[in-house]
């Protein structure tokens, strides 16, 4: 692959300040590091963070206040390419923010300790929520100027290819790592430890990941920067995507089906803790279904999307994952194991992150690439924010309520999957707005670099 990719590098005139063998070794630490950093990120993510809620004594407006505090950081990321204008240099940027990142995790899985001193859980919940706000400020800010970094290192011929293959080595370290956090959650607490300590650990342990990832960082080649005259300025850094056209409706169709989903997204582990009577370990289990399926399907999605075109391939995902939470309401507790199936349908994770991913990098123009996925994506949290902020308003008002619907029972649970569902077939209006600039050509580049390696 990392061949492949470099017959494309030495085209650019980004990368012709680096050897070809810089390029493969970039190429091969992103890899890498995307191992090394999903170690990191579930342990404060998915089935962790709820468990860490859930033995605190939260309930699921913690859950979703939890997520939008962790996704409102996220925000401050539209004023990433103003300061990257300033510093010249993605690495040190990276190096700072994301080194920033790993100490914070250090401090959230000391957090616990205070219930030494009395504190009742649900009171930890507050500095936990800041802390995770002010990690995602920093993280955030620093994935805005990986991807710039990435789009020098990766040309857009083969690109689709490469986040392919990024997801399938992503998603291979959580089908392995979710089922054993899960497994080690489980056995802690039946071991008599606390259930707090055990995500305590967990949570250090992915700190530690987190800093080993930082050598990949400190080791990956900079392709020079596209550098203004002069700094560019926070306002001119916001209005420069909003004045596209296309990439307005970019933006629309990112922030609108990230908000339908985080409608119900972060509840799907507290639904089947509470509500299946799922253990840790078995939901840890329906995560591993979810990235071995997308582990398979990751480099077919990515080749797709250079030979299809990334739009189809997105559209196609989109419309699957809009159905996906109207397949839960039929899920009784006594049919737990149901879960497994519906879960299946997560093999459009990937086709969807890849998706998004790379239709913005070819909306967005070389010079300002920075400036346009920092305003994408900080739109995108604000969306994912606000959704299970609301979310859990809304559970809190309908509380333990139950509705009797013929054989099923209906929850708030099941009311956000529905609504988040209406949503999610709703954002797909703005898809149809988005014509993908030349994938014409770029299929004719494949298509001639696979003739000429075959």
């Known amino acids: 692959m990392t061949r492949r990719i470099q017959t494309y590098a030495s085209d650019s005139a980004d990368d012709r300040a680096l050897s070809p063998e810089q390029v493969r070794r970039g190429q091969r630490l992103l890899l890498v590091e995307t191992g090394l950093v999903r170690l990191m990120m579930a342990s404060l993510t998915g089935l962790c963070l709820t468990g860490l809620i859930i033995e605190l004594g939260g309930d699921a407006p913690h859950v979703g206040f939890m997520q939008s505090a962790m996704l409102l950081g996220g ?62 400020v920093f993280g955030m800010s620093a994935e805005v100027v990986r991807q710039s970094w990435i789009a020098d290192l990766v040309p857009v ?39 707090v300590q055990a995500f305590q650990i967990l949570i250090a342990f992915g700190a530690g990941s987190g800093f080993a990832s930082l050598w990949c960082v400190w080791r990956m080649p900079e392709p020079p920067m596209h550098r203004a005259s002069r700094p560019t300025s926070l306002a001119r850094s916001v209005a420069m995507p909003l004045r596209h056209g296309q990439f307005r409706w970019f933006i629309a169709l990112h922030s609108s089906f990230s ?122 949290n604000l969306a994912r924010a606000i959704a299970p902020a609301l979310a859990g308003v809304l559970a809190a008002v ?17 009311v956000l999957m529905v609504i988040s569902g209406v949503l999610r077939l709703g954002s797909l209006f703005w898809l149809r707005k988005i014509r993908e600039p030349d994938h014409a050509a770029l299929m004719e580049v494949a298509e001639d670099e696979d003739l000429h390696h075959d």
């Open 398 to 414: 309908i509380g333990n309520r139950v509705w009797q619907v013929g054989p099923l029972p209906v929850t708030a649970l099941h």
């Open 157 to 195: 011929g083969v690109r689709g290819r490469f986040f392919g293959w990024r997801a399938f080595i992503g998603g291979f370290v959580l089908m392995i790592a979710v089922p054993a956090y899960g497994w080690f959650a489980d056995f802690w607490k039946a071991s008599g430890g606390e259930g």
């Open 75 to 136: 925000v401050f990321q539209v004023g990433t390419n103003s300061i990257l204008t300033r510093v010249h240099s993605r690495k040190r940027f990276c190096l700072v923010a994301l080194g920033t990142v790993r100490v914070l995790r250090l401090g959230i899985a000391a957090l616990p300790l205070v219930l030494w001193l009395g504190w009742p859980g649900t009171q930890v919940m507050y500095p936990l929520g800041a802390l995770l706000f002010i990690g995602a």
């Open 259 to 380: 908000f339908a989903a985080g409608v119900c997204g972060g509840f799907f582990h507290y639904f089947m803790y509470t509500f299946l009577g799922m253990s840790y370990w078995l939901i840890s289990w329906t995560d591993f279904v979810t990235h071995l399926v997308g582990l398979a399907a990751a480099p077919s999605w990515g080749t797709l999307a250079d030979r299809w075109g990334t739009k189809r391939m997105l559209t196609m995902a989109l419309v699957a994952k809009a159905i996906f939470p109207f397949l839960w309401l039929a899920i009784l507790p006594q049919w737990w194991y149901l879960v497994f199936a519906v879960v299946a349908v997560r093999v459009f994770n990937t086709a969807q992150e890849i998706g998004f991913v790379n239709l913005g990098l070819d909306l967005a123009p070389e010079r300002d690439r920075a400036a346009y996925i920092s305003v994408y994506r900080s739109a995108n």
